[in-house]
């Protein structure tokens, strides 16, 4: 399935109301028997007694949409898929909310199922998003993936 | 040639600006990064990639783009 470069940012943080809808899309594409969704909600971790209270996201969007469209296509070839969302936050999320959803569709469990790991690491290690941790007290650090 | 630098993340505090723009000729992209390293000894201590024109390219490329950007360790997620 070959399709062009899509925009995967939105700005601020995603909302459950977005993503019930992106849900409710799929109802009438009756061939899809299974869905498969990964949400990044961000966490209040204490570093040195401070408390990360939201998480400021900025990217090299144009190299992160491309490089989107590339993991996508390889997951198109990979697994039996129909459809695939990838959606990630820009500028500031508040602790607790949410700044990333992947969801991907089949007709049965296994292909989703599979292919959903991968997709979210893939997008953490090949994408140019970059987070800024906020602390309560102004102060920030910069967020690195495990 | 005139060719816009970026920094990205954390790398926009070690050097003090988003964005600049430079009339020096760089054969490759290290010849930039050394030059840059020289301007902002800080940037050593972050292993970055760098992009030309949208496109992440290794430091040996030849410099033959306008836009060049420096980006951090990716955070994503």
């Given amino acids: 399935m070959k399709d062009r470069v899509k925009n995967i940012f939105i ?9 019930g809808e992106s849900i409710a899309h799929h109802q009438s594409k009756t061939k899809i028997g299974a869905h498969a969704l990964f949400l990044g909600q961000v966490r209040a971790d204490t570093v040195e007694g401070k408390t990360v209270e939201a998480i400021e996201y900025t990217a090299q969007t144009e190299i992160a949409n491309q490089v989107c469209h590339e993991i996508r296509e390889e997951a198109f070839s990979q697994y039996e898929l129909s459809c695939m969302h990838i959606y ?4 500031v999320v508040k602790k607790g909310e949410i700044c990333f959803f992947v969801f991907v569709s089949s007709g049965h ?11 979210v690491n893939k997008i953490k290690a090949r994408v ?4 800024k941790e906020l602390f309560e007290d102004q ?8 | 040639m005139e060719i816009k630098v970026r920094y990205f993340g954390q790398l926009a ?10 009339t020096q000729d760089f054969k490759t992209l290290e010849g930039l990064k050394l030059f840059l390293f020289d301007r902002y000894p800080k940037l ?7 992009a030309q024109d949208n496109s992440i390219e290794s430091e040996s490329s030849e410099l033959k783009g306008t836009l060049i950007d420096l980006l951090p360790p990716f955070s994503g997620g």
Avoid: A, C, Y
């Fill in chain 1, 11 to 19: 700005e601020g943080p995603i909302s459950p109301i977005k993503i």
């Fill in chain 1, 88 to 91: 990630h936050s820009l500028g």
């Fill in chain 2, 44 to 50: 050593k201590e972050v292993h970055f990639k760098m």
């Fill in chain 1, 128 to 131: 140019p998003v970059f987070g």
């Fill in chain 2, 13 to 22: 505090e070690f050097t003090g600006k988003s964005e600049e723009i430079m």
């Fill in chain 1, 109 to 119: 469990r296994t292909p989703v199922i599979d292919s959903l790991n991968e997709l």
């Fill in chain 1, 139 to 146: 102060s920030h650090q910069w967020k690195v993936n495990q």
